[in-house]
């Protein structure tokens, strides 16, 4: 079959267009597609890369601070935080029914461990509802507190007249830091790897 000029220009066009549907299909579009998945990538590699930075920061600034917290704070801390729960047991007693005979904090040997601990001791008397009423509002305060001792026994037998004698135990801040010297000089060199 001869085919004419017109016929030849035309398939010769025709093969042109699909050679460069082809093209794009196979190459020109997968390229440009990974190029603009590699893009977002790695702008969220820099988003990621500055929320890092700007943490390290802060947790510099904030560490200086919690130092500077614990070296002189922690004594006045621990006297307003006995003081409110003295308070606190006070008010439970109180709304309870039990009057207080004694309530005391106990003075600590100086031990040094990873966590501190107050102790309160208390005594008073009242009734086995006033009783359970106290010990539900130690136990299901928001405050730290643990009965560490109790000792109930009755005032006069045959009535509901009790004595309670308990020891509460409240976690404090630890007087030195929890934190090894190789943790803290460790991060801020792991923070210059990352910049």
Known sequence: ???????????????????????????????????????????????????????????????????????????????????????????????SGLSLALLKPETSAGKKEKLDESVFQMVGTGSMKGVTEFMWKVESSRMALKIKEMQLAVRREGTDDLTLQVRIGQLRMPSVPLLKDSVSSETPARAREVR
Request: charged share 35%; net charge positive.
């Open 1 to 95: 079959m001869i085919m004419s000029t017109r016929e030849r220009k035309i398939g010769m066009l025709a093969a042109a267009v699909i050679m460069v549907l082809v093209v794009d299909r196979l190459l020109l579009t997968p390229y440009l597609e990974k190029r603009d998945g590699l893009v977002s990538e790695r702008e969220n590699l820099v988003v990621s890369m500055r929320k890092s930075r700007k943490m390290i920061s802060r947790w510099k600034e904030l560490s200086v601070r919690w130092e500077t917290y614990l070296s002189g704070n922690t004594e006045k801390a621990d006297g307003k935080r006995s003081t409110d729960t003295l308070e606190a047991i006070r008010i439970w007693a109180e709304e």
